[in-house]
C-alpha cells in the first residue's frame, strides 16, 4: 500500500465506532476520498483536531486497493475559516459548498480549480464577504467544473441572443436560458426575468456585487435539477 499525501477540505465526518471515524477529505491531489481515521474520536488526538468541518489539512494516506477504506494515517491543520464560527450566514453557506463537494463529485476525481475556488469562496466568506454573491458566483463554478456551465448569453436550444421577445426561462435539460418560443419544448423550464438574467450574466464574469431573490432561486432549481434532489443546506443561504 503506497503512501499519498495531500491536501484537502474536511466536507463530511462520520462516526464508525467507539474510537474511530469516517472522513470525507476533498483533496487538490486526488479529488474525493473518505478514509477511516483510526482514534479519531478519542480526545486530543491530532485528528481530532484537523478533522472538523471545513478544515483545510495535510493529510498521508494508505490507500487500499480493493475495496475498503483508505487509511489516513496523518492528519494536520492548514488552515481554518475561523469568520465563520461568528456568522450564521457565512456558515452555513460553508456547509453549503462542502454539501455540493461531498454530494456532486465521485471518489478519486480531482478537479484542482474547483478545490482552489473553494478554497477561495470559503476565506472571503469568513472575512465577512457577501454570502449571497459569493454563494451564487460557487454555484457557477462548481457548474462549470462538473461540465455544466448553463449557456447565459443566448438561447441553449436555438441559439438567438434575441431573448427579449417573449418569456424566456432556464432549463437544466436545454443546458442554459431558452428562448420564449423554445421554452415550450421544456418541461423542467423555470422563467426568468431580463433583470435576473443580466444578473447571472455578470455574475459570470464576476463583478456583480448583488442577486437578488429570483437569481438565488434560479440557481438554487438549477443546482437541484443537476444533483437530483434539493440541498439539505439550501434552505439556509441568505438571499439579496
Ligand atoms: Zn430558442
Given at each position: 500500500m503506497p503512501a499519498e499525501k495531500a491536501t484537502g477540505i474536511v466536507v463530511r465526518t462520520t462516526d464508525w465506532s467507539e474510537t474511530s471515524r469516517i472522513a470525507t477529505i476533498?483533496?487538490?491531489?486526488?479529488?474525493?476520498?473518505?478514509?477511516?481515521?483510526?482514534?479519531?474520536?478519542?480526545?486530543k488526538s491530532n485528528f481530532e483536531v484537523?478533522?472538523?468541518?471545513?478544515?483545510?489539512?495535510?493529510?498521508?494516506?494508505?490507500?487500499?486497493?480493493?475495496?475498503?477504506?483508505?487509511?489516513?494515517?496523518?492528519?494536520?491543520?492548514?488552515?481554518?475559516?475561523?469568520?465563520?464560527?461568528?456568522?450564521?450566514?457565512?456558515?452555513?453557506?460553508?456547509?453549503y459548498i462542502a454539501e455540493l463537494l461531498g454530494e456532486g463529485t465521485q471518489d478519486y476525481d480531482p478537479h484542482p480549480k474547483l478545490f482552489d475556488s473553494s478554497l477561495d469562496t470559503?476565506?472571503?466568506?469568513?472575512?465577512?464577504?457577501?454570502?449571497?454573491?459569493?454563494?451564487?458566483?460557487?454555484?457557477?463554478?462548481?457548474?462549470?467544473?462538473?461540465?455544466?456551465?448553463?449557456?447565459?448569453?443566448?438561447?441553449?436550444?436555438c441559439g438567438t441572443q434575441r431573448l427579449d421577445t417573449g418569456m424566456i426561462a432556464m432549463s437544466p435539460m436545454a443546458g442554459g436560458v431558452v428562448c420564449g418560443p423554445c421554452g415550450k419544448e421544456f418541461n423542467d423550464r423555470r422563467t426568468v426575468s431580463m433583470d435576473g438574467l443580466v444578473c447571472l450574466n455578470e455574475l459570470v464574469m464576476g463583478e456583480h456585487p448583488a442577486?437578488?431573490?429570483?437569481?438565488?432561486?434560479?440557481?438554487?432549481?438549477?443546482?437541484?435539477?443537476?444533483?437530483?434532489?434539493?440541498?439539505?443546506m439550501l434552505n439556509f443561504i441568505a438571499v439579496g
Open positions: 476533498w483533496t487538490r491531489e486526488l479529488g474525493k476520498v473518505s478514509v477511516l481515521a483510526k482514534g479519531g474520536r478519542r480526545l484537523a478533522l472538523d468541518l471545513l478544515t483545510v489539512c495535510g493529510i498521508v494516506l494508505l490507500r487500499k486497493s480493493s475495496g475498503g477504506l483508505d487509511l489516513l494515517t496523518e492528519a494536520q491543520v492548514v488552515e481554518r475559516f475561523a469568520g465563520l464560527r461568528t456568522n450564521l450566514p457565512a456558515l452555513y453557506a460553508g456547509y470559503l476565506r472571503k466568506l469568513s472575512a465577512g464577504g457577501d454570502p449571497s454573491a459569493l454563494v451564487a458566483g460557487y454555484e457557477l463554478e462548481w457548474l462549470a467544473e462538473l461540465g455544466l456551465k448553463p449557456i447565459l448569453d443566448r438561447c441553449a436550444h442577486v437578488g431573490r429570483e437569481v438565488r432561486e434560479v440557481l438554487g432549481f438549477y443546482i437541484s435539477s443537476v444533483l437530483g434532489r434539493r440541498p439539505r
